[in-house]
């Protein structure tokens, strides 16, 4: 019955039973028939999504192969990228507008360069996010998979990407004298709630692309807006002194603000607690819980209508 529509189901099911046999209705409800595209259960749908695991993985590698393989230096842009525009902002910030006063010697390069590529990982997974249905139409109507393989894959491309950029942090940090120490084991657990976080918005936005494709353009201008005010290039804790507290915590709570201060913290030697919000730790389950969990069910909610007109 992979050809009946939704329309066709519901005149079948409308059919009052004739004197010659059971109706079509039935006959699919006794066979195990369904409705070709309808929405499974959200337990099933997560069972299905399961299923694709090497699908999603293998289809993330293709991508990040794919991304810049037309550039003569390949790949190595995936670090070059956030390197020229963390000197661009090194420039601007920190020797035009002096957003290094108040930190130790030393530290504002990789406080900055570590800023740059997290907000980066959170910004690509979004924008790659908007696109994932429909950049991805072909495929979306061509084979039946569960939909949400395609935001948690770009999202995965990029949390590989940076893994592969996590090498030259680790080198700034180390250049500025922050050496291996235990707290580099938190970096773990940081990307881990970064990563769902990341998902629960690129499954969101995915959503709203699909139906909304001009979306991809005003995103980049919503993202800027994000980043200035999430503490990439200086410290909240720093150049808001006087101002309301509540005004410095809620910028301080903010998710992209939360995720780069605990990388930060994980990583610079001198990056002290009093640069942190008080329970950060639960403030960065919070986000990636409630964004992942709430960006899944509201992607899968409009699973039968991606591709569609």
């Known amino acids: 019955m992979s050809e009946t529509t939704r329309d066709d189901h519901v005149a079948m099911s409308a059919c009052p039973p004739s004197d010659d046999g059971p109706t079509p209705a039935e006959l699919a409800a006794r066979y195990g028939l369904s409705v070709s595209g ?15 695991r090497h699908f999603i993985l293998a289809f993330s590698q293709a991508k990040l192969t794919a991304q810049y393989s037309e550039a003569k230096l390949g790949q190595l842009w995936q670090v070059a990228t956030p390197l020229l525009n963390a000197l ?6 920190g020797v035009i507008l002096k957003a290094s006063r108040g930190m130790p010697p ?28 429909s950049g991805n139409l072909g495929l979306v109507r061509a084979l039946h998979f569960p939909r949400a393989s395609l935001p948690v894959s ?8 940076l893994l592969f950029s996590m090498i030259v942090l680790f080198a700034v940090a180390v250049g500025f004298g922050s050496y291996p120490s235990l707290a580099w ?8 709630l970064q990563f769902l976080f990341n998902t629960g918005l690129a499954l969101i936005v995915a959503r709203m692309g699909a139906r909304t494709p001009d979306l991809a353009q005003l995103m980049p201008f919503i993202l ?35 995720y780069m201060d605990l990388m930060r913290y994980a990583l610079i030697e001198h990056y002290g607690e009093a640069n942190l919000p008080p ?15 709430g960006g899944f069910v509201y992607f899968w909610r409009a699973e039968e209508r991606y591709g569609r007109g």
């Open 38 to 52: 309808a929405r499974p259960g959200l337990v099933e749908y997560v069972r299905q999504l399961w299923g694709r």
């Open 88 to 93: 661009v902002y090194y420039f601007i910030f």
């Open 106 to 133: 030393g530290t504002y390069i990789p406080f900055l360069v570590t800023g740059v590529f997290v907000f980066t990982f959170t910004q690509s997974s979004i924008m790659a996010g908007v696109r994932a249905i």
């Open 154 to 161: 770009f999202a995965l491309q990029q949390l590989q990407q």
């Open 185 to 192: 084991l938190l970096i773990v657990p940081v990307l881990l």
């Open 224 to 258: 800027r807006t994000w980043m200035y005010v999430s503490g990439v290039m200086f410290s909240i804790h720093n150049m808001l002194v006087g101002r309301p507290e509540w005004f410095i915590r809620a910028l301080q709570v903010n998710p992209a603000a939360v």
């Open 279 to 293: 329970h950060v730790w639960a403030v960065a389950l919070f986000w990636a819980v409630v964004v992942f969990a």
